[in-house]
């Protein structure tokens, strides 16, 4: 893990949240989003409240919003899911523009979009100002089981690798008038999904001669070991903190 590594949802910066330990940040978006999956869904003014939260540590962090609102469309498919519980679901019905609805699956529909759109936000405001290779540092600093912080980081760093090879083989492909157009083609298309195989194992067995060759025996070497002040922790815990009072005010109110 030694090496950096940058992904299409980090966002280059030096504000106070990009500059925070990332096992702070890991910690302080768990709790947050277990604070908001615990708050009663019929306190719809908390969730404003968490909104709230979170655009100002978007702000804090100098994170477009527009750049915020497109990584956000990756929950569409839980959107899809909502928007049908209300027609689903069964219980007490009620009439809405002509349609009739489930109150339980209207509740049920608020839910799950409410809680899921701040998660979803959450971590991608963690992806914006953290990078991957500080994220696995981050898991290794909580304890995370190594294997699993292993397997995390060659995953990771394969997928890139297999991408690369895919993109290789498709402007090889083209170069040679190949287009994909209808199933005639799709022999072409299964054998280079074979040859994409074959050589993400030979190279996979390649990268581990070199890894043992090096020494390596099951567990990767902590290069940065990376550590927190008391002040850091506060000022990463200010957000769990502020929606653990708003969770509590919706129980209470």
């Known amino acids: 893990m030694g090496?950096?590594?940058a992904h299409r949802l980090y966002r280059h910066g030096h504000s106070p949240v990009h500059g925070l330990p990332p096992h702070t940040k890991l910690a302080a978006v768990f709790t947050f989003v277990v604070v908001v999956v615990s708050t009663p869904r019929e306190a719809m003014w908390a969730f404003g409240l968490y909104a709230v939260l979170l655009g100002v540590v978007a702000r804090y962090a100098r994170v477009p919003v527009?750049?915020?609102?497109k990584r956000l469309l990756i929950e569409v498919p839980f959107v899809a899911f909502a928007v049908l519980m209300p027609f689903v679901?069964?219980?007490?019905?009620?009439d809405v523009l002509g349609l009739s609805?489930?109150?339980n699956g209207l509740w049920g529909a608020w839910n799950v979009l409410a809680k899921g759109t701040l998660g979803v936000?959450?971590?991608v405001l963690l992806a914006s100002t953290t990078e991957l290779r500080e994220l696995l540092l981050g898991l290794q600093r909580l304890k995370l089981p190594p294997l699993l912080v292993q397997i995390a980081s060659f995953m990771i760093r394969y997928g890139d690798v297999i991408t690369d090879e895919m993109r290789r083989m498709r402007i090889a492909r083209e170069s040679r008038g190949f287009e994909a157009r209808g199933v005639r083609h799709w022999g072409v298309l299964a054998k280079s999904a074979g040859a994409l195989f074959i050589r993400s194992?030979?190279?996979?067995?390649?990268v581990h001669l070199a890894m043992?060759?090096?020494g390596y025996t099951g567990t990767m070497p902590v290069i940065d070991e990376v550590t927190a002040t008391r002040a850091q922790w506060?000022?990463?815990?200010?957000?769990?903190?502020?929606a653990l009072v708003v969770c509590l005010l919706g129980w209470f109110l």
């Open 3 to 5: 090496a950096g590594h």
């Open 89 to 94: 679901a069964e219980g007490g019905r009620v």
């Open 121 to 123: 936000a959450a971590s």
């Open 101 to 103: 609805l489930s109150v």
């Open 66 to 69: 527009g750049f915020l609102l």
């Open 201 to 206: 194992y030979e190279r996979g067995e390649r």
């Open 234 to 242: 506060s000022y990463a815990f200010a957000l769990p903190f502020a």
């Open 212 to 214: 043992v060759s090096r």
